[in-house]
Nanobody, 120 residues
Framework: QVQLVESGGGLVQAGDSLRLSCAAS????????MGWFRQAPGKEREFVVS????????HYAKSMKERFTISRDNAKNTVYLQMDMLQPEDTGVYYC?????????????WGQGTQVTVSS
């Protein structure tokens, strides 16, 4: 079973950057596509971005591509989400997820989430 632990969240001002990390452990983590979801207060969880097993392919939600960048380091079993020019509407809990299938990424395993708060 894959275990995921997010870190890197915090309170920032609009225009700032943050880099979230997701440390994965378990059998053959490199065989999983990885991704990020987020949930704003009072809203449903939404897909942000996913990355394929090797990191060669990525898929971003339409509104995220310009300011967010996903990457992974399989040697470290870690996935990163670089978030630039953060806005108050980016506030929420960010969840890391793992899925065997990149093209139909929904999340088989989930982390506990890390809070990101952007003040105006």
């Amino acid at each position: 079973q894959v275990q995921l632990v997010e870190s890197g969240g915090g309170l920032v001002q609009a225009g700032d950057s943050l880099r979230l990390s997701c440390a994965a452990s378990g059998p053959i983590v490199s065989e999983y596509a990885m991704g990020w979801f987020r949930q704003a207060p009072g809203k449903e969880r939404e897909f942000v971005v996913s990355i394929s097993r090797t990191g060669a392919n990525t898929h971003y939600a339409k509104s995220m591509k310009e300011r967010f960048t996903i990457s992974r380091d399989n040697a470290k079993n870690t996935v990163y989400l670089q978030m630039d020019m953060l806005q108050p509407e980016d506030t929420g809990v960010y969840y890391c997820a793992a899925d065997r299938f990149f093209l139909s990424f929904r999340g088989d395993y989930w982390g506990q989430g890390t809070q990101v708060t952007v003040s105006s």
